[in-house]
């Protein structure tokens, strides 16, 4: 059974970094397509970023790209999302999805930021 447990959320103030982690368990995820999504309050889901396992391709919303970078580690079977130079409207639950591409996603109970201004 597959599980993803999100940490490293919290509040920071605009301008601020925070790292994002991604624990994966159950499976293999070496041909899984890793990716972060996000969901500020009264608005829909939306993809943030993502990450081949296999080949660390990575593919980035234009709403982040050039301020935040995923990554994985091999070894922890981790996923990580480095956002820096936060804003206000950065602030949502940001949620982990582990897409085997071949059956059902896979998705963590998420991660609260939240950005001052």
């Known amino acids: 059974q597959v599980q993803l447990v999100e940490s490293g959320g919290g509040l920071v103030q605009a301008g601020g970094s925070l790292r994002l982690s991604c624990a994966a368990s159950?499976?293999?995820?070496?041909?899984?397509?890793m990716a972060w999504y996000r969901q500020a309050p009264g608005k829909d889901r939306e993809f943030v970023a993502s990450?081949?396992?296999?080949?660390?391709?990575?593919f980035y919303a234009d709403s982040v790209k050039g301020r935040f970078t995923i990554s994985r580690d091999n070894a922890k079977n981790t996923v990580y999302l480095q956002m820096n130079n936060l804003k206000p409207e950065d602030t949502a639950i940001y949620i982990c999805?582990?897409?085997?591409?071949?059956?059902?996603?896979?998705w963590g109970q998420g991660t609260q930021v939240t950005v001052s201004s």
């Open positions: 999805n582990a897409d085997p591409r071949i059956s059902r996603q896979y």
């Open positions: 159950g499976r293999t995820f070496s041909t899984y397509l």
């Open positions: 990450i081949l396992w296999s080949s660390s391709s990575t």
